[in-house]
């Protein structure tokens, strides 16, 4: 007979290494852990989940318990590019930051319950923590995993990846160029980092603190070199002492809206003054006392810039940013905070000729590719008749609850149509006595008109916008990420732009509803979630943010 210490390995093993490493595993016999056989002078084995019943065995390294005691484990084959992480989709409460922000993988199947995951998650993840712990031990300084250009081939239809940034040739010396780079980057408030530190595990603390990150990420911002920089979480105090003089020793001019509540971090928008000229600036505030729904601080931002170039119409571009609700269950909250910013955009954009000039929006929107509101700000419209709430951004793979989104979603009083713009124009307001009165009249017709639309579950925008990045890998299919920390890696960041006509990456069907229009000419290619593990995930050493900064190329194209 086995040795009683021997029994019991199958149900509950706890294994402790170089006085402070401890891998535990608390699982039942059918969903243990296989262990390849080695000796335990070898290097540790890395688990893998097997069916206790056909696999377990019992290790051949096991000899006497003295023996097995008295061994030197090791971690030195235990790659952080194997760690999976497969999130908990638990909250704590409506108002809290998740334990998890969920994680979508398109064409993965996944049969086990949400409460298998949920401990098969907080093994892996205490596995990860441990290879981090144990990595850092060996190495003093993470490597870095470099991210290509990939310029757009206009005449193939394909991405030409290059090492260096190249100019593009493919185009007449006739029309008027006008090039220029723009940058979406939440470089994550450090006062969100100390609230959420469930969420940084895997590094170390020194790699956290505001005067490490603060360089990392103005040395990114240099070497980048963006025309118009679009950040998020920028918290109030750093703006004021360090980010907007640092930046404006770099040629930017800095547009701010810090968040309306508590949380003292917000979004900006920062340009250099070389390229362009500010037009006017228009903050967004999605908080509105008078409307229950609207409770959140979210805010965005609206710049209209004039580009320092010689030409013959008066160009403009509209650059937005924002930070949508993170809330996985509150939909209804994402879709009224996204037709708010729309309908700002839609107040800024238009042209004399009644086009629209050309339209980029950048930021942090909360929600994961193909979903609802992701396919809304794409496709232009959205029917939301039956939808459930938590799925609208995608988020949770198992959404809790089933609460479907009323129809109208928000109430009339917001003063945005189901088309996204503004019912009531902000200059009928300066107008006389006599006029708010013909006024008047006017509105109480268009209440009447409007009265189906109120019933209607069709959302709309009148803006054909495409994406800069894809999304996924095209040789493999493997997602791309941009953010990646302990619990989570997912794409939740995004720069749309409203296409030129004969642009070969935008969506088709675009229509000729603009001035000129933009034309993609390269992105800065994202990473895979193993890629960002193979330097310890984000933050690490070189990259002190958790998400990735974005980075596209454009040609102003004029007409």
Not at 251 to 271: L, N, S, V, W
Not at 434 to 440: I, P, Q
Request: proline share 6%.
């Amino acid at each position: 007979m086995l040795p009683r210490h021997v029994q019991r390995l199958g149900r509950d093993w706890i294994t402790h290494w170089n006085g402070s490493q401890i891998l535990a595993l608390n699982s039942p016999v059918p969903s243990c852990m296989r262990w390849a056989g080695q000796y335990p002078w070898a290097s540790f084995p890395l688990p893998v989940p097997a069916d206790f019943s056909a696999n377990w065995r019992l290790p051949s390294f096991f000899g006497p318990w003295r023996q097995f005691q008295n061994s030197n484990w090791q971690l030195d084959n235990f790659m952080q590019s194997s760690c999976f992480h497969l999130p908990n989709p638990s909250m704590k409460s409506e108002g809290e930051e998740p334990l998890t922000k969920k994680r979508r993988l398109s064409d993965q199947h996944n049969t086990s319950t949400p409460e298998e995951e949920t401990n098969f998650s907080h093994q892996r993840e205490a596995l990860c923590l441990s290879v981090a712990q144990n990595e850092e031990k060996h190495s003093s300084k993470k490597g870095t995993v470099k991210r290509r250009w990939e310029y757009f081939c206009q005449h193939s239809r394909t991405m030409k990846i290059v090492e260096n940034k190249e100019t593009d040739q493919s185009n007449t010396e006739s029309e008027a160029k006008f090039d220029f780079t723009v940058m979406s980057y939440n470089i994550l408030s450090q006062n969100l980092l100390e609230d959420n530190s469930h969420l940084y595990k895997h590094c170390r603390q020194r790699l956290l603190i505001w005067t490490y990150r603060f360089p990392n990420i103005l040395q990114e911002i240099k070497q980048l070199d963006a025309d118009v920089l679009c950040l998020q979480e920028v918290q109030e105090d750093h703006y004021r002492t360090e980010i907007k003089s640092s930046l404006e020793s770099l040629g930017y001019h800095c547009e701010y809206k810090m968040r309306t509540g508590r949380k003292p971090d917000g979004c900006a928008i920062c340009f250099k003054t070389s390229k362009f000229s500010l037009i006017s600036s228009n903050p967004v505030e999605f908080f509105r006392h008078d409307i229950p729904l609207l409770d959140r601080d979210n805010v965005g931002l609206v710049l209209l810039l004039q580009p320092r170039f010689h030409c013959e119409t008066n160009a403009a571009i509209c650059i937005a940013n924002t930070h949508l609700l993170y809330n996985p269950r509150r939909g209804d909250i994402k879709l009224t905070q996204l037709a708010m910013l729309l309908a700002e955009i839609a107040s800024v954009a238009p042209q004399k000729d009644g086009t629209y000039c050309p339209i980029i929006i950048c930021g942090d929107f909360n929600s994961v590719p193909g979903s609802p509101l992701y396919r809304f700000i794409k496709e232009g419209k959205l029917n939301y008749e039956g939808l459930a709430i938590g799925k609208v951004s995608g988020q949770e793979q198992f959404p809790r609850g089933q609460r479907i989104l009323p129809i109208p979603i928000w109430p009339k009083k917001l003063g945005i149509s189901q088309n996204c713009v503004y019912e009531i124009k902000k200059q009928q307001k300066e107008e006389n006595a006599g006029e708010k009165l013909e006024a008047a009249k006017l509105d109480n017709t268009q209440e009447i008109v409007i009265a189906s639309e109120k019933l209607s579950s069709k959302l709309q925008h009148h803006f054909k916008l495409s994406s800069v990045y894809s999304h996924y890998f095209p040789e493999t299919g493997i997602p791309e990420v941009t953010t990646c920390h302990s619990r989570s890696a997912v794409t939740v960041d995004y720069i749309f732009y409203s296409a030129a006509n004969d642009d070969a990456a935008a969506q088709p069907g675009a229509e000729d509803s603009f001035r000129g229009g933009l034309k993609l000419l390269g992105r800065l290619a994202l990473l895979t979630e193993k890629d960002l593990w193979t330097v310890n995930g984000l933050p690490n050493e070189n990259n002190s943010s958790d998400h990735l900064p974005l980075l596209a190329e454009f040609r102003l194209i004029e007409r």
